[in-house]
């Protein structure tokens, strides 16, 4: 299975084509007072900025961990006044105490959790918290459209799918487990959230040529799918939540 340098391979088709999380993520998370003016945040595995551009227009300072130079270069673009450490989660320098709230955006199934909470943990102050949310791109709860019909003949004819390590995206509660297992953290909230987005047939090869389990020939065959159903889909998400807060 690809490594994440795949994100940094085709970062400008991860910057075109991945969408931005749901305005009731970030309406929940400034709710919980997570989300605040002059809160101190850290970033870990950033990408482009999806998630780092909302938190920066709410007011939050923060410091972005990005292994990928290409991505870490279009965020820095983007957001000059957000730091970049460009590294994994598993080494860069993190100061002890200076942040509180620690963010994971569809970023912690890369990560090696026995390496990273403890680091986490340091860096955040003594009530600070952590979230953690992935989109799962598509939703089994809502009717199977054209298009994913489509999308599932494409993964079947694959010839020997790779299993992906960890809990699924959707499986919220064993990543909640994970999360809190190592007893540094425990669970303050969970929450999920089901949207929509459309989708014209460039920005499908865009964004499936992101999913690091996808071939271009794969990520064209969807994009070709988008146009011979009208040009544009529209695709149904979900997002589950994770907050924990930091054990002292
Ligand atoms: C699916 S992308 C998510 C990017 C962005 N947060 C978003 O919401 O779209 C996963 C990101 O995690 C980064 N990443 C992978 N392994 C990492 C690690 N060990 N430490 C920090 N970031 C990592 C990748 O380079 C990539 O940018």
Redesign the pocket.
Known sequence: MPG?GH??AHADAYDRG?PPYPPALWARLRDLRLLRPGVRVLE????TG??TGPMVEAGASVVA????ER?AARLRGRWPQVRVAVG???EVDLEPGAFDLAVA???VH??DLGTVLPRVHRALAPDGHLAVWRTGYGDPDAPVTPFRERVGAIVAARRAPAPRPGPGELDDAAWAERLAGGGLFRVVHRDRFRWAVDLDADRVRDLFTTFSDWTPEEADAAARAAADLGGTVRERYVTPLVVLRRVA
């Open positions: 994440p994100f940094d991945r870990l595995g950033a990408g999806q998630a961990v990005e292994p990928g991505l994994n989660a598993e955006a569809t970023a890369w990560f």
